[in-house]
């Protein structure tokens, strides 16, 4: 690590001193220093969507933001404690490349009640956020060329991260009237009989879309069908709001061709921590441990502690968290339905995706974004950000607290009227 | 409990303010059905009553509270309850509590001045036959009440827009 440090050092400091009045040093400069051009995949993908608004937001006094994709909770204290332990223990060493042994059993207790079933020894590995096992499970597993399917809207990160691993991505779209979950016929009119990799995301970021029972063994027939593997982004799962968590892996065969991911974020509010952790058939995990050894190594030893206790102690935490999220999302969806918009009931995660396409300047759910933010001193984030299939619409988070979510409904309706 | 009851109870302990319109926004009853299912509640004597939580030192009020222990010793025509009943009709008695351990009552007293709580102390307390000691201690801040926080942290560090 050292060497690899110095020589990046060096190497800027030749670059820096390579001619210093010639033409070349000049150039630098006015290209604002630096001789550095981003790789063709890095600069093919363009920059976030919502700088513009965190910007904006960020600058304001008086905003109410319902644009936080985080919990408006700090972790329970117990996981807070047990990180505080661990550091006074001294354990500040990494662990094993696939995370703590006992972490990966609580992981192997806890996914039982989704009725997955993984070998904590060789089915399991923790990752630094569920960030990073998307991204391994991308590098791991895509080919140059490789087409991976993409349900849109969906999280920011899919396409990137399908991008830099050099694959090709395929959106296939969802759509409101279907209260945005994937269906084969929106699978085979995108073309995704023919992809490589289908991305799953439900509980869905944006939309808040869960999968029924039926549907979810519809999507897993076409994956059997079309041989497609899976990554299926579950790190909603605990905040599933109507019926039960359903996982495409326990689909009749489709465990083999599945890898889930999962983490510590969302449900125990501990994003900072950056905790996840990947599952599925030994060979899939061994592949994504290769590239995490030779690039994270191990996830944060404190998380790692901190996310045992929240497995073993945290569930009355994490259901009044559920509860409370669930009386906002109650409250979110009715008042938008009052105030005239669409929304399809979320039910999952802690986002309403109403429509707006009918009363923005032409539809435009980044210039309607743009308004309210201006006008209202109210944040969200447009559709357009999380992909074309969110064109017209609007993400507004409820990871926010009763009262602010209250003001920034008054101030909707007053923008609206 | 059903799922809307837990949500209703859980919303008014959040604030017991709430209107019955945002009442049913938050549980996906409709209005009627919330007042049905409150005044069920309050029939039943699982709703006690709504009350404020009040800063008094944020009115620059002169306001004290105190806890008083309370040692008793019962014979066989005095029980907990009859202490209770008698140690309860003050209206400074803020809450009445029987405990396990050292004391057997836990009493939360509030007055204009340490005057009035030693005197409810001196006078309505220890002189009931059953009383065998009080220890009366002065609260010197109050941090938080009935969960509500006093001390105005404002800790949401989160960035305003995050995917």
Redesign the interface.
Known sequence: MTDRDDRVESDGGAARGADPDGADADAGRESGGSRFSPADRVAAVPP?G?RE??EV??GRED?V?L????P?F?APWAARSAAVDSLERGRTSYTANRGTADLRRAVADRVARYDQSYDPDTEILVTTGASEAVDLAFRAFVNPGDTVALPTPT???YEPGVRFAGGEPLAVHTRHEDDWALTPAALREAGADEADVLVLCYPN?PTGATMDADEMDAVAGFCREHDLLVVADEIYAALTYEGDHESVATRPGMRERTVVINGFSKAYAMTGLRLGYAMGPESAVDAMTKVHQYTMLSAPTTAQRAAVAALERCDDEVARMR??Y???R??LV??LREVGLEVSEPGGAFYAFPRVADVAPDGDDRAFATELLEAEGV?A?PGT?FGAGGEGHLRLSYATA?DDL?EAMRRLERFLS | MDEATRGLIDALVADARESTADLARQTGLDEAAVEEKLSELEAAGALRGYTAVVDWDALGEEHVKAVVEVNVELDRETDYDDVARRIGESPAVDSLRLMSGDYDFAVHVSGDSMGDVSRFVSEQVAPLPAVTRTVTHYVMETYKERGVDFTDRDDDDRLSVTP
């Open positions: 976030s919502i608004f965190f937001a960020e905003v933001s644009g936080v994709g985080e408006d700090t999280y920011v990160s970021n509860r409370e669930d009386r906002r109650r409250y009715s008042r944040a984030v950000a009763m209250k």
